[in-house]
């Protein structure tokens, strides 16, 4: 087995693989424009690119190259999904709250694809794959398979289909799991590409609106609206989208997002190319698959190797720790994995919140935003992205229990290390002895 690489080699496939590297310009003169957005993910670009359809004139600054932050660096697993269940939230909430979320998540994946049509981004290579849910308890094939019946009977969501463990095996290769449910409809694309892509799109069709290597540092509040300071000219904007997600310590400027998200740190590795016979084996329909722990781990096949991903490390640095506990976890699952060799491995920060879910809406009468994806924010935040645009145009769309006013700061926030720490030990306890 080739042994692991020293954190510094750390490198991702995304950045080796992407097709597109397009060039964008520092901001360097004053603007003045209706709606200044911070931050150039998958948030602030679908914001800017809602703006531009109803001809309202915006302006999109990254502190970083664009794709720097989550967008660029994610798993590329395009989901309709939250981290609370359909059943639950119909039981805490209703129906009619159930089926408004439900319609949101699915709007979200679709909107992705409209968008890819609508740039010709044929190089964020999006498929409708589908996503594999494995189990890895029978507790838990029960658990989901329950929730997918729920789900057809209740919902009428016929998307879903519970497969053996026979059938699971066949497919990935793998014999550790109990069985599974497949969605369809959802699917998988190449993350940077698709960020990459959107922001020179919007360049292309509406004149240079999107600047990286522009850091927001302050925000002064005036009659008329807001003045923007970046080291290379001030924005003058009546609105202000908060797009910073994950990355809001940057600068102050977006510290009302920060005291309401905790950090988390998601790390990825991918393998170096697999002989044939082992692509002929595993994961061999090409789907996203994710497994039904708490502290999930997903997995895919790009390009022939295995992209292999989950949360579980902490702090503001890589952790060798956190990649070696990746390849373990995907060699336990993958034998014939033992001696390939690990060729990429990254991480970066994902935006938990209290209740597990997104939120989007207004801070105040000038600064919208959107945030919070708890780690399932590609289709997500390109809905969310959209929908702050709306707010920023004085609208209230419905969002249900994504709406701004539930997004809650959190207390104690010196101490949120320790208290994810201590969850996550919790969580990862409970896997252990599959509970
Ligand atoms: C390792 C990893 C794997 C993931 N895998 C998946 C997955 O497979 N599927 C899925 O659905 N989700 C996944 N996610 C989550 C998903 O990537 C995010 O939810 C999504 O990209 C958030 O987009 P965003 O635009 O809100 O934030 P980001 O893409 O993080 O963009 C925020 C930007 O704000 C900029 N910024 C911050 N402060 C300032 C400032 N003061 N001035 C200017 N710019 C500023 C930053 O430079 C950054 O580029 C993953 C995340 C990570 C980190």
Not at 268 to 288: C, F, G, M, V, W
Not at 405 to 434: M, N, T, W
Request: aromatic residues 8%; charged residues 20%.
């Amino acid at each position: 087995m080739n042994g692991p690489q020293p954190v510094s080699q750390i490198a991702s496939l995304w950045r080796d693989t992407a097709k597109t590297a397009p060039n964008f310009s520092r901001l360097s003169n004053d603007k003045t424009v209706d709606v200044a957005i911070i931050g150039g993910g998958y948030t602030g670009l679908t914001a800017a690119h809602r703006l531009a359809e109803r001809d309202v004139q915006s302006i999109v600054v990254d502190a970083n190259p664009i794709g720097w932050g989550a967008s660029g660096r994610n798993g590329g697993v395009v989901s309709a999904k939250f981290r609370l269940s359909f059943p639950s939230i119909a039981q805490a909430h209703g129906m009619p709250v159930a089926t408004a979320m439900h319609r949101l998540c699915h709007e979200a994946v679709d909107e992705v694809d409209a968008l890819i049509q609508s740039y010709g981004l044929e190089s964020a290579r999006f498929t409708r794959c589908g996503n594999l849910r494995c189990a890895h308890t029978a507790k838990a094939l029960k658990g989901i398979s329950e929730e997918a019946e729920w789900m057809r009977r209740e919902m009428g969501d016929d998307s879903l289909r519970c497969l053996s463990a026979g059938e699971v095996a066949e497919e990935t290769g793998s014999h550790a799991f109990k069985g599974g449910v497949l969605g369809l409809g959802v699917g998988t694309l190449h993350p940077l590409d698709y960020v990459r892509g959107l922001a020179e799109g919007l360049n292309q069709r509406h004149g240079e609106l999107v600047f990286e290597r522009t850091p927001a540092t302050s925000i002064r509040r005036l009659n008329d609206g807001v003045h923007i300071t970046t080291p290379g000219g001030e924005i003058k904007a009546r609105q202000v989208i908060l797009a910073t997600n994950a990355y809001s310590d940057i600068t102050p400027v977006s510290a009302t997002i920060k005291a309401r998200l905790v950090p988390f740190r998601s790390s990825i590795i991918a393998t170096h190319p697999l002989p044939e016979a082992l692509q002929n084996y595993l994961l061999i329909k090409d789907r996203s698959y994710g497994e039904t722990r708490r502290m999930m781990r997903w997995f895919r096949k790009v390009d022939g190797r295995i992209v292999f991903g989950g949360r579980g490390a902490f702090g503001k640095r890589d952790s060798q720790a956190a990649f070696d506990s990746l390849q373990s976890a995907m060699v336990s699952l993958f034998p014939a994995l033992a001696d390939i060799g690990i060729a990429y491995r990254w991480s970066g920060h994902v935006g938990m919140t209290l209740d597990a879910l997104p939120h989007v809406g207004r801070f105040d009468d000038r600064v919208c935003y959107a945030a919070g994806y708890n780690g399932a924010g590609v289709a997500m935040s390109t809905l969310l992205g959209r929908l702050a645009a709306d707010y920023a145009m004085g609208e209230s769309p419905d969002v249900a229990l994504l709406a701004a006013e539930r997004l809650k700061a959190v207390p104690l926030y010196p101490l949120r290390e320790v208290g994810i720490r201590l969850v996550a030990g919790y969580y990862q306890f409970l896997d252990a002895i599959g509970r």
